[in-house]
Structure formats: C-alpha cells, structure tokens
C-alpha cells in the first residue's frame, strides 16, 4: 500500500504508541523498577500533605534509657506510662511493642504483668503482636487477638481469591494484657522488592478470621467505629468502608501510604518527659498516642520512597493519620486502562502536532506535553491523592516523537536525493541539448566535445593526487568538470559556418573572428543566469570557466584575457590539454591527425608555455589509458 509521505509520518507515530499501550494495559514484569521508580520520583517532588495534628508519638528515646534504664522497662513502668498519658487526656493509646514473655522483674509481691494488666483494663489502649507466614513455623503458644467482625460484599465474580495474606502463625503479647488492653492489631508492614515499604496491610487473615492492623485498630477504638465492610472490585482492588468512609486498597488490602514527609515529621515526645510530667496536657489532649522506640539498638526502621531511615512507629502514626484525614494515595478503579487510554491520545495528538507542525514545533510541543504529563501528575496526586503513572504516557510521547522524527527526516533525506537526483538529470539534459545544438550546427566540434569529457574525467581523477590540487579537485567536482566538459565550445554557435567548415587556414580576419567563441559561450550562460535570476551558482561558475579560460595558456599569450599561471582556473587548464589532445589526434578536413605518442610529445614540448606543468605531469601518467579511450573515435 503506497502511502502518501505525510501519512506516512502520521502512521510512524501512531503505531509506537498502540504497542506502548498494549504494555501499559498489562504492565509487564520487566517494567517493575521502572514502575516503583516511577511513583517514587512522583511522591518525592510532590509537597506533602499537612499533618491532621490528632497524631503523637511517644518516643522511647536515649534520654528515656539514661532516665529510667535498659530495655524493655519494667511493666510496672509501661504501666505508669500508660497511666501518665490517660491522665493527659489522650484519647487512645497504642503500644508498638510486643510484650511475649512475662516480665524479668519479680518484686515480691503483685507481678508487674498483672500491674500491667490492670492498666490497660481501664480501656483505651491497643497492643500490638506480629503475624509469621512461614507454613512451616505454625502457631503454638495460646494467643488473644481481636479479630473484625467484617461484611466482605464481592462485585460479580465470587470465585475471587480473599483479599488479604494468610497468616500462618502469631507472635504475641501475654494473653493477660491482650484480653486486659480489648483491642489489638498487627505490626506487620513488609517492604516491597526492593526493600522500600510504599504500602501498609490493614487487613489480614488466620485461622479464617480477619484482623485489623494496629494503625487501624487504634483509629476503630479512638473513632469508636461500628460498621465495618469490604467491597471487592476485582483481583487488583478494593476498598474498606469504615461507617460510611471508603478507604481505597489494593487486590491484598494494602494501603499506599501517603507519608507526611521525612522521618520525625510527626511530633514526638520522650517517654522520659511524660514519666516525670514535664508535658504540657494539651500536647496528647483528645489525640493518639503510639508508643514506641528509637533508641540506638531497639528501634525498628524501613526505607520508604522519601526516607532511608524511617521509624517503625512512625508507620503505624502515618497509617492512622492517612485513616483520620481520609488522605490515602489510591490507583483508579480501572488505572491500567486509564493510563493506556492517555498513551494513545497522546500518541495520536504527538501524531499531529509533528504532522501539522514540522519536528521543531512539534519538538516544543512534545517537550510541553511531557511537562504536563509529569505536572499534571504530581497535581492529582497532590490535589486528590490518585496516582496516574506518567511513566507509559511518557514512554508513548518519545517513541511517537523519535519514530515520527526519524521517518521526517528520511523522508527530507529522500525529497533532497530525488531534488538532487533531478538536479543532476536537469544539469545532463542542459549540457546534452546544448551539445546536440553545436552538432547541429557543426558535427564534428559535436563529437569532439563529447571525447573530451571522458579525458577530462581521467586527467582530473589524476591530478587529484598532487597534494596542491587534492582539496579542490573533490570526487563530486571532478564528475561536475567531466559533465560540464563537452559544453567548452559551445561558443562556436556563434561563429559562422563558412569559418566552421573552411577546408584551408584561416585570414587574421577569421582566426581573430574564431576566438570570440570563448566570450560567444561565457555570454550564452551568462544570459541563461540572467533569465533564471541564478546567481553564485558553482556548477554555472564551473561550466563559464571552461568555456572561457580553456584557450588560456601558461605563460599568458593565450586568449581571451591572456591569463598567466595560477591566474587560470583549474577546470581551463585541465581543459586546455584535453581540447589541443583531441584537436591534434582528431582528422580535419585540411590535415591529417598526429599519432598518440606524437600527440604526447606535441603537449610535453608546451610544458610551462602552453600548459601547466603538473597537468601535462599527470597527463603523461594517464596516456596510456587516453590513447585507449581515443581509439574508437580516432
């Protein structure tokens, strides 16, 4: 199917994009890295969210060590703690540690566990335990967990796996301050492959029952939360309804975090400060209060897509905050198709701007559309937390761009080779009409300029090869001196034909009548630019020097201007030897031609007079191969 060139171009930009959609609707494997780098240059260069200020974080810090002792403190001390925080006015306490073993310390009397206990029995306090998924480690010390009494509504297809990981055993507190505390959740929050945490389970399965994560927990029992749902959209999605506010979540219940900022974004507050009442009450007033530890050797930290050196705890606090502000970063229901739906409007638009444009508007406007792809994308993300990755869009916009530039430009490349192949066409044409019109007028100055090309051609190919006429004599202008050659005496039209064709010599009269047709030829070519508006044309220049200075000689008798030596253009010289070699071996009709080898020794014997030495030099290199070329005609 012969296209025309500009849908052609059309067509090189459209189809990239169509196969970079085929990957955005799939998202392959490979493409991963590229994927996370995507969306964490994003979270990185887009403003982070103010915090909702109902968020604290009590820090087990250095300076709580030197104050109180070594880790783990007694439990009568976590006991204490909890106590000071209640009185503060905090309005639900969770504990980001795991208390599985009974205390060290026996005081003798009441054990701290059960000073503990008593605590977190008067309400408002969650505990923390972790999940294993090793199949071959399962369950075996008895543990209390709360599980979620929750409605799961599936969309259509009920043969969809849960959506939550299935635990295979517990790593818990006592079961004596679990049942005291009434409400725990999970700590567990894994990083993603390469080690980055961008995403928080909140919900998980064992032993068939549904459990909370501690950030959820802890948001439930300070919101008080009573209805509690999940809605399965399909394999990669859904989303958690907690009394009527929908927490959007991935195809395993996950959250994308949307973090607040580097590490110790929220406030925290040493443990030591709160034990010795040094904080002012509105600091915990009607808040959430994470306890937790950062002290060197006891604190658990991650790397997230902003931060290498992420406290534990503070996952747990940004959880809870992303709860409070209904502030998640979530992927459209559908985001694979929406992304490959901008991927090929993009393409189709790139298309046209490049097709309407040229390649450097449509340059510009490629690199405006990239602009607005990532901007626009940090704006969504900032504005209403919904991640479209620009990365396949962007993938479309250069590929449409490169493909469409490349067929642009081969196209022009192909445009300039047939303007230039018509060029030459044209050139060919010119010299072969005005060589058929000096055959007309006279056949043999015909035929003779028609030998001197292919001498000329040899001669210059020659010449070429001394080093003071190797830069001007190119490849491509010694074809242009062999093509222009048969037109060095068209001038002869001009002349006479009873002077043409007169079998005996010339009067002065007539010879001096013979030597204008050098100035007949340069007029003829010169009217030619005139007519055309052609000006500084080098293949016109060329051709006027061959006309006019081929009767040049080198010691300046030659005519018409009596030029001198390095005075005569390079294509007269050359000219020169060809047009007396032909002239001397060619038969007239009022002598007979000389013999090759008299020939050479006729234009040798003109070295430095009537010829350029080193022309006469490489013409007496090339002889042979003249004489060869002269014998079909001779």
């Known amino acids: 199917m012969n296209l025309p060139p500009r849908r052609r171009v059309l067509l090189s930009g459209v189809l990239p994009a169509l196969v970079v959609a085929t990957l955005s609707l799939y ?21 982070p969210r103010p915090l909702g200020g109902r968020v604290v974080i009590v820090d087990v810090d250095e300076r709580s060590l030197a104050s109180v002792g070594q880790w783990p403190w007694r439990r009568d001390v976590i006991a204490r703690l909890v106590s000071a925080l209640r009185d503060l006015g905090t309005a639900t306490v969770a504990l980001d540690v795991i208390f599985a073993e009974a ?7 009441e054990s701290t566990d059960h000073v503990l206990a008593q605590t977190l029995g008067e309400g408002g306090v969650v505990v923390g335990y972790a999940l294993t998924f090793d199949p071959s480690s399962p369950q075996s010390t008895p543990c209390v967990q709360h599980p979620l009494g929750l409605a799961i509504v599936r969309r259509g297809d009920d043969a969809l796996e849960d959506p939550f990981f299935e635990a295979s055993g517990v790593v818990c507190s006592l079961p004596l301050l679990a049942q005291a505390a009434g409400a725990s959740g999970f700590l567990n929050a894994a990083p993603d492959s390469d080690g980055r ?38 394999v990669n999605a859904s989303s958690l309804t907690l009394d009527g506010r929908t927490v959007p979540l991935d195809g395993k219940s996950n959250a994308l975090l949307r973090y607040r900022g580097r590490k110790r974004t929220f406030p ?23 306890v937790g530890t950062t002290a060197l050797g006891t604190r658990e930290v991650v790397a997230t897509p902003i931060d290498t050196l992420f406290a534990g705890v503070e996952v747990q606090a940004t959880v809870a905050d992303n709860l409070l502000q209904h502030d998640f970063i979530h992927r459209p229901e559908h985001g694979n198709l929406v992304e490959t739906q901008i991927v090929v409007a993009l393409g189709i638009v790139a298309a046209l701007l490049v097709g309407r444009l040229g390649l450097v508007w449509g340059g510009v406007g490629f690199a405006a559309g990239l602009a607005a792809l990532w901007g626009g994308s940090m704006l969504l993300l900032w504005s209403t937390g919904m991640f479209i990755s620009p990365l396949y869009p962007s993938f479309a916009l250069m590929a449409s761009f490169a493909t469409m530039a490349v067929a642009q430009i081969t196209l022009e490349r192909n445009r300039a080779d047939e303007a230039g192949h018509d060029k030459v066409t044209t050139q060919r044409l010119m010299v072969q009409a005005l060589l058929s019109l000096t055959e007309v007028r006279h056949a043999e100055t015909g035929r003779h300029s028609r030998r001197t090309q292919e001498y000329a051609r ?3 190919r020659q010449l070429a090869t001394h080093p003071e006429y190797r830069g001007y004599l190119t490849p491509e202008r010694i074809d242009l001196l062999a093509s222009l050659a048969p037109l060095h005496d068209i001038g002869k039209v001009g002349i006479p034909d009873e002077l ?16 204008k047709h050098p100035a007949h030829g340069r007029d003829v070519i010169v009217h030619a630019e005139q007519d055309v508006g052609k000006r500084d044309d080098v293949i016109l220049a060329m051709a006027k020097d061959i ?23 390079i294509a007269g010289r050359l000219m020169a030897l060809v047009d007396v070699y032909d002239a001397v071996t060619s038969r007239r009709v009022y002598r007979e031609p000389m013999s090759h080898e008299d020939a050479v020794a006729f234009i040798v014997s ?5 010829f350029d030495p080193s022309v006469v030099d490489a013409f007496v290199k090339v002889a042979r191969d003249v004489e060869r070329l002269s014998r079909p005609s001779a």
């Open 547 to 569: 006309v006019y200075t081929h009767h040049e000689k080198w010691d300046g008798t030659g005519y018409p201007q009596g030029l001198r030596g390095t005075s005569i253009p």
């Open 268 to 290: 925290y507050v040493s443990a030591a400060d709160v034990l010795s009442g040094k904080t002012a009450p509105e600091v915990f007033k009607d808040k959430i209060a994470f």
């Open 197 to 234: 945490l961008r995403r928080v389970p909140l919900l998980a399965s064992y032993r068939d029952r549904v459990y909370p994560g501690l950030g959820l927990a802890t948001v439930m029992a300070a919101t008080r939360t009573k209805d509690v749902s999940l809605r399965v959209i399909n």
């Open 500 to 515: 043409l064709n007169k079998p005996g010599a010339l009067t002065d009269d007539e010879v001096k009548e013979m030597r």
């Open 606 to 610: 003109g070295r430095g007079t009537h």
């Open 103 to 109: 205390d060290r310390y026996d005081g003798g009397g």
């Open 458 to 460: 040899i001669l210059a």
């Open 27 to 47: 998202h392959p494997v490979v493409l991963q890295n590229l994927e996370t780098s995507t969306y964490d240059r994003l979270v990185r260069n887009t403003p």
